[in-house]
């Protein structure tokens, strides 16, 4: 048939990922456990050689939960102003897309896709959650990697990445990465079609800039590109090496200014005002520091963002033998209290107000649970999620305007999503790491509207932290906690919310987060729904939704509210079912996908999915292509060479645009 043809000619103009099929079970070695594997008791600091092959995404430690405080009141009442005209400190607009990914582009093949033509569906699915509920995704390609990142003009086996040697002088042993064109139409396609928008990094490891990220970016990504940063943690470059003395905030600012003109008389790069910076690790550098050289007065003209970038905790002795350790059971507590947010925030709060003056927003451009890689047995568990849940909306509440958790490979306990070791990729799925539901929850806090405000409430002990959140200037939303653990129920508490200058509505629906401890990783739920434990996620939640629908007292105008220990909820005032329209389906466009072997791991999409992807419209399920071998599905590659060639090559090949899972 004509299509066929055509189908089989365009295959072998973009290339085929081959593959061995692999038949059997998970190998042992996969599910072996830390030979050290903390579980309560007296610990032993861990070297990079006292571990077994089990890789850190994968790790099973799980620790003692922290006891249940004695003086923890079991109700507490909030009384929250009905319109946000009457509230103090009220944050600035928010979106949806609030917290994002800093994704370090060493790993970007293994999680995105190999190229423009091969993307990561688990990966699709995923960021289609995030859209369904926020318009949109923020991502950022960089991370240590970007400053000796170097572009080629092809890559062998069609790859958009590569790696190379590691810098001996980097603390984190991250790959340097070549590049090329197909990085970008990669980072197109996606966006065509889950709706995300991206920041790239100049490599900044030396002064003769290296611009190709931003010219390319610029012209392939088009108003996709949203920021270009300029230099990532440049506090540590002397530390790390990168620099000699002198080198402070004036050589850095002064850099600053080379790469500007040096932009500035580029007429590849039409947009100069998409610079993006200091990016400090509030390490050796405070931010102060770089106000008091003039930076914001400087370059404020050309800056789009001011970004910072910080991490509560490390893990660097244990993976390289730097600095000293820490010991995750002895740390766990610092991450399970509302004192945790407040105090990474707290350093920040005087910058938020000067960048505000300045009229740009302010990002926290790169964060997790700890750096060198996350903390076993807590950046994985429901703890870390509760925590980054916090930690983000403290931010929100303190004027940041983004937050984007840093992503990693197979070697990092701290990932919101991991794709499988490419050996195990015929028989596993992926894994969604505990933080990932944080974001999805914050997305949800805040939605589309882009009109969304945020205060926080907390009056009952650094516990049960609290929020409310107002939309076009009503109160919508209270998002409440409790960061104890008690199975036995003797710290569930109930949180009475009234309405001052309003009443309370017949009755509230609320979206509980639950885990059976701050200490598991597996078997969490949002509103009853759960992406699957280990080795089992393919982007798609499953099981049933649960929204619990609470009567109110509108004599006494109360509602209240149980919390299990522990637990999250988010209270609606307003039905959010009724939210939805036909241009607004129940449940986010994803893309089937299965996990069998190479030759059938295969999703398809509709072009009429295609078409609509951007966040606003789509079709039920029913309408994506089929998985099944022998069913009629065309391939074509998602090249981004214009709009309009996408719609007629995939007219031509038949009714489905293929993606595909391969092996990097």
Known sequence: MPSLSIFLFLLGLFGTARAVTVHGQIPFGQTSSLATATTGGDSVAPTASSNTKLLAAYDETILKPPPPPEDQAPTYTLNLAASNASVPGISIMQHGS????????????????????????????????????????????????????????????????????????????????????????????????????????????????????????????????????????????????????????????????????????????????????????????????????????????????????????????????????????????????????????????????????????????????????????ISDSFGAALWALDYGLTMAASNFSHALLHVGGQNVYYNPFTAPPTNQSSFNQWTVGAVFYSVVIVSEIFGKSNVSQIVDTSNSGLYTPSYAIYDNGGLSKVALFNFIDDPSGSHDVTATVTVDGGQVPPQVWVKYFLADSVSVKTNLTWAGQTFGNKFEVDGRLKGDLNINTISCDQGTNQCHIPLKAPSFALVFLTDPNAQKTDSQPPDAVTFQTTALTKTVNTATIDPSILATSNGHSGKERQNVGSTSPGSISAAESLRVLAPGLVVLLAAMCGAAVVLTSYTP
């Open 98 to 377: 609030f917290f994002g990914f800093s994704i370090e582009m060493s790993v970007i093949t293994q999680l995105m896709g190999k190229n423009a033509s091969l993307m990561q569906v688990p990966f699709l699915n995923l960021m289609a959650q995030i859209q369904h509920r926020a318009g949109g995704v923020h991502i950022r390609m960089g991370g240590n990697t970007q400053d000796f990142a170097y572009w080629v003009d092809s890559i062998p086996n069609g790859h958009a990445t590569s790696k190379e040697n590691s810098d001996s002088k980097n603390p984190t042993l991250t790959p340097a990465v070549l590049y090329s064109d197909e990085l970008f139409y990669l980072a197109a396609n996606i966006s065509a079609l889950v709706n995300v928008r991206w920041y790239l990094g100049i490599p900044f490891n030396d002064t003769n800039w290296r611009l190709t990220i931003a010219e390319k970016g610029q012209a392939i990504l088009g108003d996709h590109l949203i920021g270009l940063q300029a230099g990532n943690e440049p506090d540590y470059y002397l530390g790390h090496q990168h620099r000699v003395e002198p080198y402070g905030p004036a050589e850095y600012a002064n850099e600053f200014q080379s790469l500007i003109q040096t932009i500035n008389n580029n007429p590849n790069i039409p947009i100069k005002n998409m610079l993006i910076g200091p990016s400090l690790a509030s390490g050796p550098w405070e931010p102060q520091q770089v106000w008091d050289v003039g930076y914001l007065d400087r370059f404020k003209d050309v800056l789009t963002a001011i970004t910072m970038e910080h991490y509560p905790s490390n893990n660097c002795y244990a993976t390289y033998g730097i600095g000293s350790y820490v010991d995750p059971q002895e740390t766990f507590h610092e991450f399970l209290s509302h004192n945790a947010g407040l105090e990474l925030v707290k350093p920040y709060i005087y910058s938020s107000s000067l960048v505000q003056g300045i009229g740009k927003p302010f990002i926290m451009f790169e964060t997790n649970s700890a750096t060198c890689g996350g903390l076993p047995g």
